[in-house]
C-alpha cells in the first residue's frame, strides 16, 4: 500500500497540522488486511477524551501499523535485488542512509533482512494492542518508523473508507507523535549511536559502565532480549568484526 497519495485542501480537518486523503484516492486501496485497531486501542467506557484516552488513538496506531508494513515491504524489496544480495556491505546503500553509521558500517544482507523483521513485529505489536520495544533492533525500527510516519502524514494518509467512524480526539491529539513515542519508548540511548560526537558508544565497555548503563548498543548484539521482555525476539546472523 503506498502511503503518499496526493490530497485535497478540503481534507484538512480545522485546526489539525496532518490530512486525509479523498475517499475517491482511497479507493485505489486494497484496505482488507487492515487489524481491528478500534478495539485493539479501545476508548474508555461511557465517556472518554484526550485526558481519559490511554495507550494509542485507533486512528494514530493505524498511522504507525500502516507505515510499519510498508517499511517492511520496502526494505524487503531493496534486499531482494541482487546487486544487494551480492555486496560485502550493502547497508552502505543510500537507502540505508536511516541507520545509525555503526549499523552500516558492519550490516550485511542477512543481518539486514534480519532489522527489516523488526518494521513486521512493530506492526504485530500494533496490531495486538501492545507495543513493546523487546531489543535494541526494535527501538532502531521505531525512531525509522516515527519519522517515516511524520513524513507520510505530512504527505497524507490513505485511509479505510469507514476511517470517518472511528473513534477520535481530534488529529492534532490522535495523531501527535510525541505521545505515542512517550507511551511506547522509554529509553533514548539508541539516539546516541546517530551522534558523530559519540562514536564508538556502541562499546561494551564504554555504553555498559555504570556511569552509563546502557546495553545492546553494538549492532551484534541488537537482537539479544532486553531483561524483563516479555517475548523473546529471534536472534540475528553474526556480524564482521570491522
Known amino acids: 500500500m503506498s502511503t503518499n497519495p496526493a490530497r485535497s485542501e478540503k481534507d484538512r480537518a480545522p485546526g489539525c497540522e496532518t490530512d486525509r486523503v479523498s475517499d475517491g484516492v482511497n479507493s485505489l486501496f486494497d484496505f482488507s488486511d487492515v487489524p481491528d485497531l478500534v478495539t485493539a486501542w479501545p476508548c474508555e467506557p461511557d465517556r472518554c477524551d484526550r485526558q481519559r484516552h490511554k495507550g494509542l488513538a485507533p486512528r494514530g496506531a493505524y498511522a504507525l501499523w500502516s507505515t510499519a ?62 507495543l513493546e520495544l523487546a531489543c535494541t533492533s526494535e527501538e532502531v525500527a521505531f525512531r525509522i518508523l516515527l519519522s517515516d510516519c511524520s513524513r507520510v502524514l505530512n504527505d497524507g494518509l490513505a485511509v479505510p473508507p469507514n476511517f470517518d467512524e472511528w473513534p477520535g480526539h481530534g488529529d492534532d491529539f490522535d495523531f501527535d507523535l510525541n505521545r505515542i513515542e512517550t507511551i511506547v519508548c522509554w529509553d533514548y540511548d539508541v539516539e546516541w549511536l546517530w551522534d558523530p560526537g559519540l562514536d564508538g558508544i556502541e562499546s561494551g565497555e564504554i555504553a555498559e559502565s555504570p556511569l552509563i548503563g546502557a546495553v545492546n548498543l553494538h549492532p551484534r548484539d541488537w537482537f539479544h532480549a532486553f531483561e524483563g521482555a516479555t517475548r523473546i525476539p529471534s536472534p540475528g546472523p553474526p556480524l564482521p568484526s570491522a
Open 69 to 130: 508494513e510498508v517499511l517492511a515491504d520496502n526494505w524487503n524489496e531493496r534486499l531482494a535485488l541482487p546487486s544487494l544480495s551480492s555486496s560485502d556491505r550493502p547497508a552502505l546503500d543510500h537507502w540505508f542512509d536511516d541507520l545509525p553509521p555503526i549499523a552500516r558500517r558492519l550490516g550485511t544482507t542477512a543481518w539486514l533482512s534480519r532489522f527489516a523483521a523488526s518494521f513486521t513485529d512493530l506492526a504485530a505489536g500494533v496490531a495486538s494492542g501492545h
